[in-house]
């Protein structure tokens, strides 16, 4: 059974940082893609940025390009995502995410879900 677990949340200022973790589990990744994902209040959940377990290639939403890199740790099998310079409207709830195959931008192409962790950003 593969389960995602999101960490690294929580309250921080315009500008400031943070660095999400996902810890996956439950099989081995190899030939996954894993993707962050974000939800805001009355939005849709939307991609933020994603990464192939097998050849690290990565990729970002234009919203957030240049301030957030997503990483992975095979030997944990956990993957980053490291955001800087952070805005008000990054607030969101974000989710990691993981699907056979390529990364895809769309949310309902991806088979295993972690239940969120709250990044709130203040003015």
């Known amino acids: 059974q593969v389960q995602l677990v999101e960490s690294g949340g929580g309250l921080v200022q315009a500008g400031g940082s943070l660095r999400l973790s996902c810890a996956a589990s439950?099989?081995?990744?190899?030939?996954?893609?894993m993707g962050w994902f974000r939800q805001a209040p009355g939005k849709e959940r939307e991609f933020v940025a994603g990464i192939s377990w097998s050849s690290g290639t990565t990729y970002y939403a234009d919203s957030v390009k240049g301030r957030v890199s997503i990483s992975r740790y095979d030997a944990k099998n956990t993957v980053y995502l490291s955001m800087n310079s952070l805005k008000p409207e990054d607030t969101a709830v974000y989710y990691c995410a993981a699907r056979l195959g390529a990364v895809r931008v769309d949310s309902s192409e991806y088979d295993y879900w972690g239940q969120g962790t709250q990044v709130t950003v203040s003015s």
């Open positions: 439950g099989r081995t990744f190899s030939g996954y893609a």
